[in-house]
Every structure is written in C-alpha cells, then in structure tokens.
C-alpha cells in the first residue's frame, strides 16, 4: 500500500492542508506565507526523500508562531496516518548533517510516545518574517502530532541560516532512515507489539 496522507486543519488563525508521500522522491511545492520556512520544510523534503505540499494560509500579521506551529501539526499527524500501524518500519533513526560552519544532529524514535528535546540556545536571530526560535515550537508540534520522540542538537554554528538549515535537513534524514521498511519484516518493532 501506498504510504501517503492528506490533514487538513482550519482554525481562526489558519487554514493548512498537507499531502505526504513517505516513499517519494524528495519533491515538495510549499507556500505557508513564511519564505524561510518554506525553504527549510523544501529541505526537510529534499534530504528526507518525502513528497510534500503544504499550503498554509496564517495570520502572519501578528507573526510566524500560528503558522509555524500549525503546520507542524498537520505534518506530524500525516506522518503518523501514513506510517499505519508501523509494521516492518526500522522505527529508529539519527543524522549528522554539516553546513559550512554549522553541525546539527537529529534522532527520532517513531515510538507512539510524543516528546521533544531542543538542545540550542533560543532565540535564534530572525530571517525575514521567520523567527528563529519558532524551530522549538515547530519541533515540539511536529513531535506531539506524530506521536515520535525528536531530539534535536545544533552542536555548533555560527551563521543562523545555516544553523536552521542544518538543523531541519538532520531532521529530515533522521526521519527518511526511521521510516525505511526492512525487507521481509512484517513485524511492529517494539516487544510491547505495538507502536
């Protein structure tokens, strides 16, 4: 079966809609109002080898925060519907990933039990209409949406585009690597039977 999903979510701050493919080819067409989260969502596609749409309409003129943190919402509930019941996935997955001057690194467990880890110094400085420090609160919703563990490092960095940049691309490979299906195993990886 194909693992792909559609969520919607309409709220008085936004209206999103996010279609994910997990066994795509890395390509996304994103438009949430906010270009550098576009961009590093594009990233997290690319490296993640995930299809991705998102379209998000937000009330940007009171900031980022609704946009960003709804978004990682809709994107963590179409992991969870599209990985199913979970059975053959590797479950575990973690990343390196280097930017010039900046090192990030992702680990996820697809454990069924939400939790978010954060481990740089926020605020980040802001890019355009995106503030740094919404990476935490998208992070944290993606995490409580999608039922998954996320530790996220920036363990060195100095120019913020790439620090975020980094940051969202280990993400991305973590996820890619965590979702892999091992061939021959039907199995739900976890002794509890269940994820």
């Given at each position: 079966?194909?693992r ?12 999103i ?9 890395g ?7 906010v ?5 590093m ?16 309409r937000?009330?940007l ?66 890019i ?24 996220l ?11 975020l ?6 993400l ?24």
């Amino acid at each position: 079966m194909p693992r792909t999903s559609e969520v919607s979510r309409k709220t008085k701050e936004t209206d999103i809609r996010v279609r994910l493919s997990l066994d795509g080819t890395g390509a996304s067409a994103v438009t949430t109002g906010v270009g550098f989260f576009d961009h590093m969502l594009e990233s997290l596609s690319r490296h993640g080898g995930f299809d991705l749409e998102v379209e998000a309409r937000g009330d940007l003129q009171t900031g980022d925060h609704h946009t960003v943190e709804d978004v990682g919402l809709c994107l963590g509930e179409a992991f969870r519907k599209a990985l199913g019941d979970k059975r053959g996935i590797v479950r575990f997955g973690w990343a390196y990933c280097p930017m010039d001057e900046a090192l990030a690194r992702a680990v996820v467990d697809l454990s069924g039990r939400p939790h978010a880890e954060c481990g740089f110094d926020a605020p980040f400085s802001d890019i355009g209409n995106f503030r740094g420090d919404s990476v935490i609160e998208f992070c944290r919703a993606l995490s409580n949406a999608g039922a998954f563990t996320v530790h996220l490092d920036l363990i060195r960095g100095g120019n913020i585009h790439h620090s975020l940049e980094a940051l969202f691309k280990a993400l991305g490979l973590a996820l890619r690597q965590a979702v892999t299906v091992r061939p021959g195993d039907a199995a739900v990886p976890s002794t509890k039977g269940t994820l």
